[in-house]
């Protein structure tokens, strides 16, 4: 009998079996949109009532981890690589946001995508993302989890490219495939360390084993520099960051789902599961935090000036994984995933917001032509506004119970916490509640730069929508108080604070609120005043406006650097040199001389009978001299 921590992840990959076969093209579209919309949250769905049954066995266990081996995958002699699953309090927590969200936002899709011509196939795809996901965090191996992690690579570049008759679409689905490989690469390289130290991949026993001192020969700081280089491309930091803005391309659920509530998290998930790597690497573990802020913070400052509806949405989910990676460089491992937890509320949220406002408005996603949405769209309104304020950081709200933390910790922890990191990430708190009200002021507030054809047509979505936006809001108001770093600290537990500074925490709560506050009030204040305002400060910032619309020039620098190069090599070297000189060359001038010389027999061939006469007289003639020679 199947486990039940198996058909979590197979109910997915049932929805998508089924939908691939009888509700897309190649299938005959024998399913109508209803159905396959039924056969694609069904699954889902199922599976967060599986995965909750399974918590509350797992709460009365004592929260003992439960394994499910599955089967034995390869053998290796007296070794072997199982596939077995593994549910403890960190894979618990990863599986309900990933069930749970992803089925509301199945939901959200059956509404948004319902005019679609591909409807069965996005499904489809969506329920696959679905299963490699799950398999990623309930694998209890690394090589089960680096199949999820290709298996969500290869989903994301499905969804991304979804639409792929428009160019862009494609290209964004090959960059985001592309680069998330770069890291895979350094995935790789650690996990093989890992196996060569070891002798097994479980990542359980490896912690273990490291915790109780077996890792003394592993060299933690080259296996997690490793990993965190697999992290990045995943989790979208620097220098890898490049390819989540542009997978904007997508569908809004999809945008929602990938990109704000699970698979960019997936690198957050990986470094916090792996902690005992990094418990000895202070060094990687110091590197993730500055290259963390340093995210959080450039991301932030693009953000600021972006024109695109999805794309502000989007440099945000860069900045607050930025925040994540941050709180694991500093040890606090449980506050990250926190993080994880509210931010798949809030963003999920303004993700399915945003989708909300491109219906309404037929497609259009530039916010300098919206303004005064809130009283043709008043439930998406009041829903982008509650998580907009959870993400900014406002008391009370998800967003400010564990971004509190994350500056808490990077300010004071033992493991690393620095002033300057603290202060860092306390600017970009304060940049991110202030793009954050611009874009709501510029979206909801103000009067209509609509054009009135589109103005006249807009209202709001269907309750399948509504009602989605209606509950992630709730959750973005109420996620806070739910003590995820205290459930995970047996497993994650926080890291020690500097004796010297743990008076200066409620200071440093009060600053975190003024932060907050200061950021909305900026925003309002400008936004909510007249254009000169605005038009003033754009003046006088002038050359740092068009650094920030050109987002640091970053592509352009690749460009430059990496992909001009590698075309011109691929043209030059490997496709003149190679392919044409070498391989074509070498082919072709053997075929010449065949021909040539098959040419210069061909000339013995005439069809004159006193030719060949002749040639047979010299050849007796050849014959007799050579037996005279040996006489």
Request: hydrophobic content about 55%; aromatic content about 12%; proline content about 4%.
């Amino acid at each position: 009998m199947t486990h039940p921590l198996a058909l979590i992840a197979l109910l997915p990959l049932f929805g998508f079996l089924v939908n691939g076969v009888f509700a897309t093209a190649i299938g005959g579209r024998r399913f109508s949109n209803r159905t396959a919309a039924l056969v694609g949250c069904a699954g889902p769905m199922l599976a967060f009532g599986l995965t909750i049954a399974m918590f509350l066995q797992l709460r009365a266990g004592d929260y003992v981890p439960i394994v499910a081996p599955l089967y034995r995958w390869a053998a290796l002699g007296a070794q072997g690589f199982d596939v077995a699953f593994l549910f403890d309090r960190l894979s618990a927590v990863m599986t309900l946001v990933v069930t749970g969200v992803g089925s509301v936002i199945h939901v959200y899709s059956a509404g948004y995508m319902h005019d679609d011509k591909s409807f069965g196939r996005f499904f489809a795809y969506l329920n696959l993302f679905l299963f490699f996901m799950l398999r990623l965090v309930l694998g209890r191996s690394m090589l089960v989890l680096f199949v999820g992690w290709e298996g969500v690579g290869l989903a994301s570049y499905l969804l991304i490219g979804f639409w792929f008759d428009e160019p862009a679409n494609a290209v964004a689905g090959r960059k985001a495939f592309i680069t998330n490989r770069i890291g895979d690469a350094g995935f790789l390289l650690g996990m093989f360390l890992l196996y060569r130290t070891f002798g097994t991949l479980d990542m359980d026993y490896i912690n273990k084993a490291i915790l109780a001192g077996q890792g003394a020969i592993l060299p933690a700081a080259l296996v997690g520099l490793f990993l965190f280089i697999g992290a990045t491309g995943k989790s979208a930091q620097i220098p890898l960051y490049v390819w989540l803005p542009d997978a904007m391309a997508g569908p809004t659920p999809v945008s929602a789902l990938i990109h704000a509530a699970t698979m960019v998290t997936a690198g957050v998930y990986l470094v916090a599961r792996m902690s005992g790597v990094y418990i000895m690497a202070p060094e990687t573990s110091q590197l993730i935090a500055v290259v963390g802020v340093l995210t959080a913070f450039m991301a932030a400052t693009i953000a600021l000036v972006q024109t695109d509806i999805k794309k502000v949405l989007a440099y945000s989910t860069v900045s607050q994984l930025g925040f994540m990676f941050l709180a694991l460089g500093v040890g606090a491992y449980g506050v990250a995933i926190f993080h994880v937890v509210t931010h798949a509320f809030f963003k999920a949220c303004l993700f399915l917001g945003a989708g909300s406002v491109i219906h309404a408005l037929g497609g259009e996603q530039d916010i300098r032509r919206m303004g005064g949405l809130r009283r043709h769209i008043p439930v998406t309104f009041w829903t982008f506004l509650i998580a907009t304020a959870a993400i900014a950081g406002l008391p009370g709200l998800a967003g400010f119970f564990s971004k509190d933390e994350i500056l808490w910790f990077a300010y004071a922890s033992q493991s690393g916490g620095a002033t300057w990191l603290w202060a860092l990430a306390a600017v970009t708190a304060f940049l991110t509640a202030f793009y954050m009200f611009r874009l709501l002021w510029l979206v909801f507030f103000g009067a209509s730069r609509m054009a009135p054809e589109v103005e006249h047509h807009v209202h709001e979505s269907p309750l399948s929508m509504t009602a989605v936006l209606a509950l992630l809001a709730v959750l973005s108001a109420v996620g806070g108080y739910i003590h995820i770093p205290e459930f995970l600290a047996p497993m994650l537990p926080l890291p020690a604070v500097v004796p010297a500074l743990e008076h200066h925490e409620h200071t440093l709560l009060y600053v975190s609120i003024a932060i907050a506050v200061s950021g909305v009030g900026l925003a309002v204040w400008l936004y909510s005043g007249p254009t000169a305002r605005v038009d003033a400060l754009a003046r006088a910032m002038s050359p740092v406006g068009a650094l920030l619309r050109g987002k640091y020039f970053v592509d352009e620098l690749y460009d430059r650097l990496l992909v001009r190069p590698l075309v011109w090599i691929s043209e030059h070297v490997l496709l003149r040199g190679g392919d044409r000189l070498l391989l074509d060359g070498s082919l072709h001038g053997l075929a010449g001389l065949t021909q040539r010389l098959a040419g210069g027999l061909s000339r013995l061939q005439t069809g004159q009978l006193q030719w060949y006469a002749l040639l047979v007289m010299l050849g007796l003639v050849a014959v007799v001299l050579w037996g005279w020679r040996s006489v």
